[in-house]
Every structure is written in C-alpha cells, then in structure tokens.
C-alpha cells in the first residue's frame, strides 16, 4: 500500500516527539488513503523531527480493519521511484501486480519486496477472502549509487525462531541470529518480535546501525522507555544491546534499522529522488503513462511528456542518466480494471531536500 494522498504534503508527520534516557519516541499521525470509505493508516515516518531511520524512510501501520466497514485495500495503478516498498502482513491477503511482470498473493508472515529502481508502476488489492486487514508497508530509501537499479521484486517466508520468552521473524538481514536472503542496497534490519507476557529479550543489535521498534499492541518498555501501541521508538547509532521488556501483557513489535543513509533525499508523493527537477520530470512522466492509458493527448504543462521524442527516454534538463526509461503499466489485477491514479498537481514551492540532523 502507498502514499495515495490527493494532496501529498513535503512535512508528513507533525507534533513533538517524546525523548527519555536516549530513546526517542515518535507518534503517528492518522491519513485517509481515498474516498469516504478508504482505509486510514497510522503514518509514524516521516516526521518533521526525523526523515529517516538507517535507509527507512516512510513507515505506515494499518489495521486491524474490518473490510465491511473499512472498504479494504484498493489502489489502483501507482508510480514509485528510487526506492524499495516491504509489505508485512499480521493478517489478510494483498493482491500485487506490478510493471515488470509480477503478480503474487501477500499473505501474513511473508516478505514481500519491491524494488522500484529507475521507476516501477504497481497495484495492491486486498483479495476478496480477506475479512480483516492488518499489517505494515514500509519503504527503504535507495542510495545513490544503485537508486537507479532495474526494477524487481523478492519473495521470502522467514522461518520464526524461538527465544527464552519471545519469537522472533527476520526478514530482512541479519537479527538473533538469523539471516534474511533478501537483496537490500544499503546495510538494513527487518525483524517482527513476539513477546510473552511479563518476558525481558535483551536483544544484540549493530552499533552502527540506527533502530526503530514499532509498536502493534502491548505497551513495552524499550530500553527503559513505556511506547504505546503505534508509537516508534528511535535509538540512535552506538548501542550493542536492546533490552525489550513486555510488562504484564504481550506485545508484538516490528524492528527496522540500518546504517545512516548519510544523503539527502527529495520525497513527493510516490518518488524519491535527488532534487526538484528530478521529481518534476518523475511526475511528468507519469501523468503522460496515465493520458495515454486513458487515450488523451497529454496535457502536463509542467514539463513535455518524456516519450514526445519517440525513445521513451527522460528529456535533456531532467538532470536524470540516460539509461532511465518512462513509466509503464502494470498488467490489471484479476478481476480489476481501474485506471491508473493521476498524479497530484505539485506544491507551489520548491521541494526541499530532507535528511536528519548530524
């Protein structure tokens, strides 16, 4: 699932995030994906206070959502660039397809990852046995030397291991002693944690990486800090160790980390790039794939549609290589036809770079 924002906004997340013994807590904010019965996600990266976590970079928790009153998951076509989406399911199904030929069912306790690349188009569907949604998207920065990589996506079905106490699933990298396949770009961590009621996992972690544990349900203590379920607890580089105690409920958490990206990235709507230009011309080829989809002429006037030369490369100007081709469409979902979502109209303001504080 994706930012499928009307009015996509540069700052995501408000409010002043909590700070105790050197755990940062950072609260979600609550956004409406569509119509009147569209889904709403608890959105707790990015926020005003911190862009990223490692590479992560936009964390949004969902569920669980009844599909009778909630409508469920539907989002048509959408573009993503120079990044990679995780998909973690608690419960429900999702139905993927996506332009470089991909299709695949996203079942509960089963990566699934998308990498975007030089550009990527995909839908999601929640199947139509699926009573109740629950489950996590998350979305990985690419760095500079790969964010223009072919498009991809990976499959991978953790085997949980069981610990004094707690379960623990990796998925991406390495955590408690398990290793997750899964080709990243950057150094990264992906894990979901069960504890028991009343357990304490003191859990080894990488000193150069930064943390964030998010909270499904329970009220756990991270490193001596309570976080209430949909809050992210921040830990900054330097710690070998987490203590995670559960208290007198359980509590099942999702860990992500990873070395600091180290970059600055312009985030808009679905793309994620290195400057203005780029995200204009990302957009600008986008709506041109959706006009001619719809069979119109297109009509963006903030740039000349990337395939006007005939070569279905980016135009001179764009600051973008040669090697990145415009948007395609993804092959419709069984059953579905909708048309690919418009992109929103740009701010009126230059978008601004973001990273987090040294």
Request: aromatic residues 6%; hydrophobic residues 40%; negative net charge.
């Amino acid at each position: 699932m994706s930012n499928v924002e009307s009015d996509p906004q540069e700052l995501l997340c408000h409010g002043t995030p909590s700070v105790a013994a050197g755990v940062e807590v950072l609260f979600p904010r609550l956004v409406p994906l569509g119509g009147p019965r569209a889904m709403t996600v608890r959105r707790t990266l990015p926020q005003r206070s911190r862009s990223l976590i490692g590479a992560w970079c936009f964390v949004d928790h969902y569920g669980p959502d009844s599909i009778g009153s909630s409508g469920g998951m539907a989002v048509p076509p959408h573009p993503h660039t120079g990044l990679q989406t995780i998909s973690w399911l608690f419960s429900g199904e999702i139905e993927h397809s996506d332009s470089a030929g991909h299709q695949a069912v996203v079942r509960p306790g089963q990566l699934n990852l998308m990498t975007a690349g030089r550009g990527i188009s995909h839908s999601e569907y929640s199947t139509q046995d699926t009573t109740v949604l629950h489950g996590v998207q998350l979305w990985t920065a690419l760095p500079a030397h790969s964010r223009f990589t072919e498009p991809g996506f990976e499959r991978y079905s953790p085997v949980p291991v069981r610990l004094p106490g707690a379960t623990v699933s990796v998925f991406l990298g390495e955590a408690a002693g398990q290793h997750s396949p899964v080709n990243t770009f950057s150094p990264l961590v992906g894990a979901e944690i069960m504890l028991d009621a009343g357990a304490c996992l003191v859990m080894d972690v990488a000193p150069g990486f930064e943390h964030g544990f998010l909270v499904d349900y329970g009220s756990p203590a991270v490193a001596g800090t309570v976080v209430e379920a949909g809050g992210l607890a921040f830990i900054a580089t330097g710690s070998a160790t987490v203590e995670l105690r559960a208290g007198t409920g359980p509590v099942r958490l999702l860990l992500i980390g990873g070395e600091p990206l180290n970059e600055s990235i312009v985030m808009w709507w679905n793309f994620i790039g290195r400057s203005h230009a780029e995200i204009v011309a990302f957009r600008a080829d986008w709506q041109h794939a959706v006009d001619r989809a719809q069979g119109a002429d297109p009509t963006d006037g903030t740039a000349s549609g990337p395939n006007s030369s005939g070569d279905g490369s980016f135009p001179a100007g764009s600051g973008l290589p040669a090697n990145v081709t415009s948007f395609t469409l993804p092959a419709p979902a069984a059953g579905r036809g909708d048309a690919p979502l418009p992109a929103p109209a740009l701010p009126t303001v230059q978008l601004r770079p973001r990273s987090n504080p040294n």
